[in-house]
């Protein structure tokens, strides 16, 4: 049973325009909303996070919506940049128990 | 500088041997996790440890098996009894379990067993 849900195995978007990634949820117990940037043969590196109380987190060029009522949750890249171009991974968890992780979007940034 | 080290970054091993992958940590962390990633398939939970000489089995931990001797040591054995043992094999630490607490990752190791 698929906790974490990427829906959309890829996009493609050109330079300068917004990327938006999305991610839904299914336990109504999550609390904690993570987004990791992820390039070929290397690790995942964390990108932004958001509690459950907010609804939206802003780090520059990234921005992170959360709808509870809708289990929903974005992410918003503005302006896209070639260097953008990697898979982006959601996760979830509780306040006691491990990282739940989506199967990841891959994004391209096309000039 | 903190971070997790993975070695080696490639392996080649041949079908039916047992093969250990490396994991250290000097981010002082207390849990610690193994993922795999197959293509299309995201990143999928092996084991994880919450302190030394504890671990638990995630959601496909058959065919492997992890030990916890050292806070900054989780080195991962897939044995010959894991089917499909080729795959990225990502180490991840973190302050604790849950909690809001991030996972740092290590830059993975890739297995091809032939």
């Known amino acids: 049973d698929q906790q974490v849900k990427q829906n959309s195995p890829s996009l493609s978007v050109q330079e300068g325009r917004i990327s938006i990634l999305n991610c839904d949820y299914t336990?109504?117990?999550?609390?904690?909303f993570l987004w990791y940037k992820k390039y070929p043969a290397e690790g995942p590196t964390f990108l932004i996070s958001?509690?459950?109380?907010?609804d939206k987190n802003e780090d520059g060029r990234f921005t992170v919506f959360l709808n509870k009522s809708a289990k929903h949750l974005s992410l918003h890249i503005v302006p896209s940049q070639p260097g953008d171009s990697a898979v982006y991974f959601c996760?979830?968890?509780?306040?006691?128990?491990?990282?739940?992780f989506g199967t990841g979007t891959r994004l391209q940034v096309f000039p | 500088d903190g971070g997790i080290t993975q070695s080696p970054k490639y392996l080649f091993r041949k079908e039916g041997q047992n093969v250990t992958l490396s994991c250290e940590q000097n981010l002082n962390h207390d849990a610690m996790y193994w993922y795999r990633q197959d293509p299309g398939q995201g990143l999928r939970l092996i084991y994880y440890?919450?302190?030394?000489?504890?671990?638990q089995k995630g959601d496909i931990a058959e065919g492997y098996s992890v030990s916890r001797e050292k806070k900054e040591s989780f080195p991962l054995t897939v044995t010959s009894a894991q089917k499909n043992p080729t795959a990225f094999y990502l180490c991840?630490?973190?302050?604790?379990?849950?909690?809001?607490?991030?996972?740092?990752f290590g830059n993975g190791t890739r297995l091809t067993v032939t």
């Open positions: 991840a630490s973190s302050i604790r379990t849950g909690g809001h607490s991030p996972l740092h």
């Open positions: 440890s919450q302190i030394v000489n504890d671990f």
């Open positions: 958001i509690s459950s109380i907010k």
């Open positions: 996760a979830a968890s509780t306040n006691t128990d491990k990282l739940i």
């Open positions: 336990n109504s117990m999550f609390d904690y």
